[in-house]
């Protein structure tokens, strides 16, 4: 019987990455590692302004005086940041207004990933930001949008054509200096998607934002701003997929999220950066900080993440409720199979009256994976009657992997209710059996049983996600039940 | 012959279970196996079903003339081999109508059928769901998640109805129902009966013969198949209890 189970469990577990793929085209790049120099020749690279330069290198001055967190429950090796390469982008032309000036082995790439940026062949509704190593390659659907007064294009594009929204909101919810990574990209940062929403726009359109990264030795530091203006609402997605490689690379992002009065935000990810082989080889570290702010009053923002990609995960989709009666959701499904690791979850900051957050974290170990719980509900004295409701469930398969959860509760006042509610569990033998038994073969049943138990959380993503989430839960844990 | 145990020996972490079992079913029969507890009902299900950890160490199962030792358990349902559940597991999250559909779309792809589209597979799913009078959400909730041990059990019968098996075997189906239910299964099984499928009850009690009329009626004993016969059977063991097996054995 333990024979049995052990054979499952490595039949799961072996299923291959279908991206790893790497695209054959000619590539810029910074030199080797980080200096000052590195930060003036992405700067200049990208043609900004003095501000930006400024605000980089007052990052990197940062970011020495750092040490990286070790707080995680986290086996991280020792990073060699001069052997990075921090800026690497496909060779273009100069500035591109057509999808044909886009190099066809790029387009092939995103095709081959299942992003179309033809415009008349794009899935229906969605417009797209493609950002390939440092640089942003095309944004789909900006003009339709521009109509409706939304700006979507890439970071760059920003900071070129709207330096006085990047300069009032950019750190403005991450700060340069709030941690480690964040420092890091905040100095090196070289593209990604920004995304205005006027007052009272409701953006027709699902936005999106497909991060790939290609050249060997590089790290990817993007950064994503979006902000919603008074009554507004959007609902944005981001993808990523990386090469498989033996050596490891660093991928270190920054998304910052400001919502007005009545505004919404809805941010869905699904995260599946190159893991690693079955022995562990390899992979994507992936050092993300993400946070939100409700600023006005009944603002609201949804956290949805679906994580199966990276060697290494730390990363806590965040929000500070500042305005009274706003609003937060983080809903997270975490899958680590093999070797990989993930200590992921979230914070909500309470600060305002009649705040609410809610917090349903699943996560999914299997093969000799660590995954990790990690989140903060705080509420602040004057954030009274605010509300909190947290549910951390985590499921194992095998006996060789690890599940942990750390929740940190801290509350100020008496009127406020939190609530935490935690399960760990096991996908039985007897739930197999049964599964098989009314002729439901094994994967198919692992993939019935994971998607239920994630049911809630993937019922949260937009359509076009959620087929795609479900479809990858079920290949990435393909043979790894016990 | 549909079903033809031979000298069948089962064990459980080599604790020889089943002693030797002769067992044949024909198409169009229905058989009752009763005995006491811990003789190997249950374990009998299990091995005919393939069930993991029960290991087969003599004796062979031929079911339409193929021995299905050594397949796999879904396989074995895909060969039309229906399992009832004596304590039907939960599966949080997945409704009946998802779990119905990837069950019935696995068997049509081995029978090298297409799957049914979405409305065939509901007027499908309708129909049956008459034959064991289960209320209309029922489907939509996540399987046995929450439900009464009567709700189970229909919806064990309900399962059976969906697949169509040539041979069923339902262990203990009739434990914890109510007469109400237990009417509602047997009618289940009632109408599903017929001259190309069998059935195979175990039960503990007379009472669902009384709704499901066998053909035959075996008493396994630690192990063994040690007595035979018609329904009637059922009913003199009712009366006179398993000791008088017991007796008769050591006599």
Redesign the interface.
């Known amino acids: ?1 333990k024979a ?1 189970k052990d054979k499952i469990i490595d039949e799961v577990t072996q299923n291959d990455y279908k991206y790893g793929f790497v695209t054959d085209i000619e590539t810029e790049t910074a030199k080797k590692g980080l200096t000052e120099e590195t930060i003036r020749f992405i700067s200049k690279k990208k043609n900004e302004p003095e501000f930006m330069l400024e605000y980089r290198l007052k990052a990197y001055k940062k970011w020495l005086s750092m040490k990286m967190p070790e707080w995680a429950n986290l086996k991280i090796p020792e990073i060699e940041y001069q052997d990075i390469i921090f800026y690497a982008a496909p060779k273009k032309r100069e500035d591109l207004d057509s999808l044909d000036e886009v190099d066809p082995e790029l387009l092939n790439t995103f095709n081959k990933l299942g992003i179309s940026l033809d415009e008349q062949k794009k899935l229906a509704g969605v417009a797209v930001d493609a950002v390939m190593d440092s640089v942003s390659v095309k944004t789909t659907f900006s003009d339709t949008l521009a109509k409706h007064g939304i700006i979507f294009c890439s970071f760059s594009e920003a900071v070129k054509n709207h330096p006085e929204l990047i300069k009032k909101y950019m750190s403005s919810v991450v700060p340069s200096g709030d941690n480690y990574f964040a420092a890091l990209n905040s100095a090196v940062f070289s593209d990604g998607s920004f995304c205005y929403i006027p007052k009272g726009v409701r953006c027709p359109i699902e936005l999106s934002t497909y991060f790939r990264i290609n050249a060997a030795n590089t790290g990817q530091f993007e950064r994503t701003l979006i902000i919603a203006e008074e009554g507004s609402y959007v609902s944005y997605m981001e993808g990523c997929t990386a090469p498989q490689r033996d050596e490891n690379q660093l991928h270190a992002a920054i998304v910052e999220i400001v919502a007005h009065k009545d505004a919404e935000v809805k941010y869905s990810t699904v995260q599946n950066w190159y893991p690693g082989n079955k022995e562990g080889k390899g992979g994507i570290f992936n050092f993300v900080t993400k946070r939100g702010l409700c600023k006005g009053e009944n603002s609201k923002i949804s956290w949805t993440q679906v994580e199966t990609g990276s060697a290494i995960t730390w990363k806590y989709p965040s929000c500070i409720l500042k305005g009274d009666n706003s609003n937060c959701e983080f809903y997270s499904v975490a899958v680590t199979n093999n070797f990989q690791q993930a200590d992921t979850g979230s914070k909500m900051i309470h600060l305002g009256r009649n705040t609410k957050s809610t917090i349903i974290s699943k996560g999914i170990s299997a093969g000799k994976s660590n995954n990790s719980y990690r989140g903060l509900v705080k509420i602040a004295k004057k954030a009274e009657n605010s509300r909190n409701f947290s549910q951390c469930d985590s499921l194992l398969m095998g006996d060789r992997c690890g599940a942990n959860t750390f929740p940190y509760i801290e509350a100020r006042n008496k009127s406020s209710i939190i609530e935490h509610e935690a399960t760990t569990s096991k996908i ?4 197999l ?10 994967e ?1 049943a692992i993939g ?2 994971v ?6 959380v993937l019922k949260k993503l937009p359509m076009e996600f959620a087929v795609e989430a479900q479809k990858l839960l079920q290949v990435t844990l393909e043979g790894s039940v016990g | 012959m549909l079903l033809n145990i031979k000298n069948l020996h089962v064990s459980i972490n080599n604790k020889e279970i089943i002693k030797g079992l002769n067992l044949g079913i024909n198409y169009g029969e229905v058989h009752a196996i009763m005995g006491p507890n811990g003789t190997g009902k249950s374990t009998l299900a299990a091995a005919i ?1 393939g ?3 029960y290991e087969v160490t003599k004796g062979e199962i031929v079911y339409k003339g193929i021995n299905i030792l050594g397949m ?3 396989e ?3 060969e039309g081999i ?2 009832g ?1 004596q304590y ?7 409704s009946i109508t ?3 559909r ?3 779309n ?2 049509r792809e ?1 029978q090298g059928l297409k799957p049914l589209t979405g409305s065939e597979f509901l007027s499908k799913l309708n129909e049956k769901k008459k034959l064991v009078e289960i209320q209309s959400k029922l489907t939509n909730r ?1 399987v046995n998640e929450g439900f009464s041990g009567g709700e189970k059990k229909k919806n064990e019968i309900f ?1 059976m109805a969906m ?1 169509d098996p040539t041979l069923s075997i339902l262990d203990e189906t009739d434990s914890g129902l109510d007469i109400d239910a237990l009417r509602i299964v047997a009618n289940g099984v009632n109408t599903l009966r017929s001259e190309v499928n069998a059935f195979l009850l175990i039960t503990h009690y007379q009472r669902l013969l009384d709704y499901i009329i066998p053909d035959f009626v075996h008493v396994l004993y630690d192990g063994k198949i040690v007595k035979s016969g018609g329904k009637e059977l059922a009913l003199f063991l009712e009366k006179k209890g398993y000791n008088w097996i017991k007796e008769e054995l050591i006599d």
């Open positions: 019987m049995g039985s033998e007897d739930q059996f049964y599964c098989n038994q009314r002729g439901i073969s094994t198919s019935l049983i998607n239920g138990y994630a049911k809630e | 079903s069930k993991p950890g796999s358990p879904e074995i349902s895909w229906f399992l559940f039907p597991v939960e599966i949080p999250g997945v998802n779990f119905l990837a069950a019935l696995e068997h081995h996540s399962q697949l």
